[in-house]
Structure formats: structure tokens, C-alpha cells
């Protein structure tokens, strides 16, 4: 019987098991485990209170300081300085500092330190998109983490998988946002509830690295456990330009076991929007009645990449334009490299000439943490991953997601808007 | 741990997500009974004052979704709730109340039909949830295996100490 990527990788990993089939119970080895600013803070306080002295591996631990940082208040810089301390009391290999680092998830690959074939456990929901590099990776609770910084393991359900397969060639403007979008309006937010996501299709094999992590962060929006991107040339030349260390390729069997497959023609597929107050209330953008925004948000660890920075400088740079004077733009690259890279073409001019406020990289304006709050009633177009009721700020605003073009156009005319209306 | 509970049902629908079980803008705190006094605090903006000890939550399908922050189970386990039912839970949400010790029991028939003030009796281990307005009595899924095993001893925390022969007395 052939096997999925999930069952192969997790197969690798197990304690007790050459082989497993989904629903197996089991405990597998750790490659990398990460945590970040807020689920650290209470893994460390678990790590201790299990008492165990020293973490598995100082080379495999990452504590990365994102969401309140840099500190937004007291309470913040006390959590983040447990990090620091942990780090530096464990001589954990990499530390991750505001000024030298940035969100997780963009670092994480960004520096090869998660790679094809590993089993990554995150603190963080998100850490799913690390699939795009071919790594079997899920977000766990803060208590899940301390054991695996303790033991190095963690207790698995090895999903079922979900196939998808996107065919054509999309038009100009439409991206990886927008076919995932497209597909967590099509199956819901608990479409894909524990399973793993696998993605495959001509349309995929074009997709850059960073449209491909764009699509894996958000498989937990769909509820699913971890996903993956297949394994190729454009995953080869990503990898082989960062990795710290050797790595597996795995590839799904040709009669692997799926419980659904699902189909997407995406040639005449228009930019898609999330609308209040669930990443599956997705529409294509002619359909949504354009309102007036606010704010509009570009970064993130879905849409903070270079490539998606790119995007908006491209627009602004054809156009000639600047963003609307009634929208607050936060434009936050998703790194310290990302941040240098852009600030070398020019960007971060380009984009505080045209009103934006360009911040260090930060986790803060997606979860309503710091830097770009919402009050009540105020309309937000974010290129991140949620709108949840209360996600960005105040529960009365409402946030529709949507990719980095639609978001510039948006920022530039002051409602929600489509690159052709500029 | 205790095994059988009797309380009073809070409901709630659909993908209950961890942003309005405990907002984002509480996560600089560790503390249980600082995140208890805002928890459901955008859904519903009356719990946190008038939750009782010994309550139970009842949700419908996905309950948890969303973020990975175990500050969303803590913030209910420190409002005193004893139970949450649901006719699902997201995984990461339902790994993080095992862990920290705060029972949960998916079981779409007994979600479905408990409604806001009903009195429910729930026995964890054998998974048997009994409706007192309406008499009735649903089998959810019996735990087993390493979930089993958490439970029983209280959570991750203890357990990883059995696991690895550690002794601490606090």
C-alpha cells in the first residue's frame, strides 16, 4: 500500500514503527522545535516545573521573540527576557534577538534551519509552513513544546490526507493568497480538521517558495495538522542555498491513500477575499461590496516575504501613485533580511515617500498585539492569515484578508480595490 | 484529578475561536486568574463575571480553533470550569487541554442537545454525559491510550515526571 507524505515522514521519525498508516498512534523524534514570545513564556515555566535540567538539543530549540516584539509594554519585555535568559542559561546554538531576526516563520526557512524530511513541533499554529519545504510541521501548545524541549519527542496521530490538485495558469494579480483562500472558502475552516493537506498541480509546480509558504501557513485555517508542497527543482535551488545541515526529500506514493481529492481550474480565477469574521467567508473580489478602509496591512508571516514587498513596490513604482491620506499603511517586512533586502532596492523610500509607516519586522499588527490596533467599527485589508471577531483590535472591526496587490490597491484608492481600478 | 462532574451548561455555536476565548491582547500574562477574568471576553461579555465553579461549557463543531496559545485552555480552566463538550474540538486546542489537565469529551448528540442553564452530569473516563432537563444520556469516546495516561495523572507536566522518574513534591 502506498503512502502519503505524512505517513512517510512521521514513519521516519517513529520510536517503534518502520512503517505506520493514518490513525496510528505514536511517538516520534524531534528535528527542530520552536516556540515563540507568547507560547514560550509558558513552556519554559512547564519545562521547569517538569524538572528536567537541560533541553534535548541546544542546536535544535528555537525561541523566537515575535508577537510583542520589540516589547510593547512591561508585561512583554518580562516575557521575552525569560526567552533570552532560557536561551542563553541552555547555550542553545541559535538565538534570535529584535534587530537581528523577525517573525518565525519567515526566519525559520529563510535561514535553512527547517528542511526537507524534518518533523518540526512550533508553538505557534502557524508553524504548518514549514510543508512548504517538504518538512512534516505542526503548531502545538506551550506544555507539548516543553516535553519535546525536554525529550526530544512527542506523541503523534498520523492524519488522514487531503489531496489538491490546482490546474491552468493564473492571471495577473492572482497568487498562492488566492488559491488558498479559494480552497479554505471551498472545504470550511474545519475542512480539513487533523489531516494533512498535500498540494500538487501544474499550477503549484510554477508557484515560487514564497507563494508556497503563503499557501502552507494557512492550512490551519482549515483546521489541517501539517501539509506539503512537493519536492522539486524550485524547492532544490530554496534549500540548497540554506541548509545548515543534510536532508531527506520524501515523495507520496502514486497509490497513496487520500480521503478526498479536490480540483481547482485556476485560469479564470479572480483575487479572492476573506470577509469578517472567518478566513472561509472567501469571495472572489468582484463579488465584495468595496468599503472604506481604515488600514491596510502588509507583512506578516503569510504575505511579509520579499517577493510580496515586491509586489507593492512594483505597483507603486508603475503607477506613480501614493497610499490614500485617510488609510493608515503598516508595511512590515517579515525579517531583518527581508527588512535589509528591501531596504537596499529602495523600498523602504518607495513606500514611506508613497505614507506608509515601514516598521521592524513583528508579529504585532496580525494579532492585534502592538503597532496597528483597530478600534471599534474601523475597516482593515490585511495580507495575513485571520479575521477572527476581536483578531486585530477591537471586536467591532472587521478585517478582510486578501493578497499584497489587492491590499496595495486598497491602501492607494482607500476602499477595497482591484489593481486594474488604479 | 477528579473524574465526575455536575454543572451548569454555557453554550456557544460554531468554530469557537481562541481569539475570543482569550484575545490576543491579554497573551503578556502567564497568569491564570489574570486571563480568567477576560475569558470569552468577545463572544461574551458577561461569562467571565458570572461563570460559577463546577460550570460546564458546551460548543458545537471546531471548538478552539485558531491559535496554538494554551493561554485559551488556562484562561477556562482558571474560570473554574470543570468540563468542556463539544461536537468537536480543533486538534491543537484539544491536545493543550489534556495537557494541562482541563477535561474535554467530544460528542455531537449531548453538544446538540444541551442548551444554556441545563444541569449536566459528565464521568470522564467512561465517557457518559447525562442531561438532567431532558433525562437522556450520551456515550461520547471513552479516552485511551497516552491520552488516557495524561489524564489520569493530571496533565503533561506530572506525566513527563512519571515518564522520566522525576520526583518534586509542590
Known sequence: ?422 | MDFKFDGTVWKYGDNVDTDVIIPARYLNTTDAATLAQHCMEDIDQVFAQQVSPGDIIVGGRNFGCGSSREHAPISIKGAGVSCIIAESFARIFFRNAINIGLPILECPEAALAAQKGDRLSVDLIAGKITNHRTGETYQASPYNGMVLKIIEVGGLVPYTRNVLGINITN
Open chain 1, 1 to 422: 500500500m502506498g503512502k502519503t507524505l505524512a505517513e512517510k515522514i512521521i514513519a521516519a521519525h517513529a520510536e517503534d514503527a518502520a512503517e505506520v498508516s493514518a490513525g496510528d498512534l505514536v511517538t516520534v523524534h524531534t528535528d527542530v522545535v520552536m516556540a515563540n514570545d507568547v507560547t514560550a513564556a509558558i513552556a519554559i515555566e512547564s519545562f521547569n516545573a517538569m524538572g528536567v535540567g537541560e533541553v534535548y538539543n541546544k542546536d535544535r530549540i528555537m525561541l523566537v521573540p515575535s508577537h510583542f516584539a520589540p516589547n510593547k509594554d512591561i508585561k512583554s519585555a518580562e516575557q521575552t527576557r525569560t526567552l533570552t535568559m532560557f536561551a542563553q542559561d541552555q547555550t542553545l546554538t541559535n538565538r534570535f534577538q529584535v534587530g537581528r531576526a523577525g517573525i518565525e516563520h519567515v526566519v525559520l526557512p529563510e535561514r535553512g534551519l527547517v528542511l526537507p524530511g524534518d518533523l518540526v513541533v512550533g508553538g505557534d499554529s502557524h508553524t504548518c509552513t514549514y510543508g512548504a519545504v517538504g518538512a512534516f510541521s505542526t503548531g502545538m501548545g506551550s506544555t507539548d513544546i516543553a516535553f519535546a524541549m525536554a525529550t526530544g519527542k512527542t506523541w503523534l496521530k498520523v492524519p488522514e490526507t487531503m489531496k489538491f490538485v490546482y490546474s491552468g495558469t493564473p492571471k495577473q494579480w492572482v497568487y498562492g493568497k488566492d488559491l488558498i483562500l479559494r480552497t479554505i472558502g471551498e472545504i470550511g475552516v474545519d475542512g480539513a480538521l487533523y489531516r494533512s493537506m498535500e498540494f500538487t498541480g501544474p499550477a503549484i509546480n510554477a508557484l515560487p517558495m514564497s507563494e508556497r509558504l503563503t499557501m502552507t501557513n494557512m492550512i490551519i485555517e482549515a483546521g489541517g495538522k501539517c501539509g506539503f508542497m512537493p519536492f522539486d527543482d524550485v524547492t532544490r535551488e530554496y534549500v540548497e542555498a540554506r541548509a545548515t545541515r543534510s536532508y531527506t526529500p520524501y515523495f507520496a506514493d502514486d497509490d497513496a491513500t487520500y480521503t478526498s481529492v479536490h480540483e481547482f481550474e485556476v485560469s479564470d480565477m479572480e483575487p479572492q477575499v476573506a470577509c469578517p469574521y472567518s478566513p472561509d467567508n472567501v469571495h472572489p473580489i468582484s463579488e465584495v461590496k468595496p468599503e472604506k478602509a481604515d488600514q491596510v496591512f502588509i507583512g506578516s508571516c503569510t504575505n511579509g516575504r520579499y517577493e510580496d514587498l515586491a509586489i507593492v513596490a512594483d505597483i507603486l513604482q508603475k503607477t506613480g501613485r501614493e497610499f490614500h491620506p485617510d488609510v493608515r499603511v503598516m508595511i512590515i517586512p517579515g525579517s531583518q533580511a527581508v527588512y535589509l533586502a528591501a531596504l537596499r532596492a529602495g523600498w523602504i523610500e518607495l513606500f514611506t515617500m508613497a505614507g506608509a509607516a515601514v516598521s521592524v519586522s513583528t508579529c504585532g499588527p496580525c494579532l492585534g498585539g502592538h503597532m496597528g490596533v483597530l478600534a471599534s467599527n474601523e475597516v482593515c485589508v490585511s495580507t495575513s492569515n485571520r479575521n477572527f471577531r476581536g483578531r486585530m483590535g477591537h471586536r467591532d472591526a472587521r478585517v478582510f484578508l486578501a493578497n499584497p496587490a489587492i491590499a496595495t490597491a486598497s491602501a492607494i484608492i482607500g476602499r477595497l480595490a482591484h489593481p486594474d481600478e488604479l
